[in-house]
């Protein structure tokens, strides 16, 4: 799997847009990106993921660059709840391919 | 109704004791793994379970041996615990073929 460099810590005031970027410069081919966040104390959940458009669902929008190295996951509106762990993932498209969790960025959501 | 659920929630035991930990889904996915994640919040699969079939076993232990009595259920039984064991143990589940992973709420081990 293709590694992912993500930054440690971020803030974001409530009701803004928080963007969280990550990088995947060794991306192959057939690799979708993946976004989980795991909220303190909680299992992991999933977000979003993508090939190369951009997708857009009820939590989230991914913007994956043109070249596909890197991708920024958007939240819209946040709110404190979405305080939380975000893991980029990078996953082949192959059914038993594991997904491995990196260190994540720490989004912490400002009153 | 909970997705996946894990028992226990928590759970302390002494060092060389043998503990299980129970996973259910009712998702009516075919594939269910096992996370271990330590005290420095780094996730690491365990094991993965495809219709009753062990397709992931990464480096881990002989002491942990999972159990999947069917699709539905995956258990982790751990032997000889040792201090090292102490961590929060997720079990997940999907669909092989596709990449949506669902997650339990966890079980806190810690070995004294």
């Known amino acids: 799997d293709a590694k992912t460099t993500q930054p440690t810590s971020m803030d974001c005031a409530e009701g803004r847009a928080a963007n969280l970027p990550c990088n995947h410069s060794?991306?192959?081919?057939?690799?979708?990106v993946y976004w989980y966040r795991q909220i303190h104390s909680q299992g992991p959940q999933y977000i979003i993921h993508?090939?190369?458009n951009n997708e857009t669902n009820e939590m989230a929008s991914l913007i994956i660059t043109e070249d596909r190295k890197s991708s920024t996951l958007i939240l819209p509106h946040a709110t404190l709840r979405d305080t939380a762990v975000y893991y980029c993932?990078?996953?082949?498209?192959?059914?038993?391919?594991?997904?491995?969790f990196g260190t994540g960025t720490r989004l912490t959501i400002i009153p | 109704d909970t997705a996946v659920s894990q028992t226990p929630k928590y759970l302390v035991t002494q060092m060389g004791n043998d503990k299980s930990i129970k996973c259910e889904q009712n998702?009516?996915?075919?594939?269910m793994y096992w996370y271990k994640q330590d005290s420095k919040k780094f996730l690491k699969i365990m094991f993965s379970?495809?219709?009753?079939?062990?397709?992931i076993n990464e480096t881990v232990p002989n002491r942990f041996s999972p159990k999947s009595p069917d699709k539905a259920h995956l258990n982790l039984h751990i032997n000889s615990l040792e201090l090292g064991d102490s961590a929060v143990y997720f079990c997940?589940?999907?669909?092989?073929?596709?990449?949506?992973?669902?997650f339990g709420p966890g079980t806190r081990l810690l070995v004294l």
């Open positions: 993508g090939l190369k």
């Open positions: 060794t991306i192959s081919g057939n690799e979708y």
């Open positions: 379970y495809n219709n009753k079939e062990l397709i």
């Open positions: 997940a589940s999907s669909f092989i073929w596709t990449e949506t992973q669902y």
């Open positions: 993932i990078v996953r082949g498209d192959f059914g038993n391919e594991k997904l491995t």
């Open positions: 998702l009516g996915h075919d594939t």
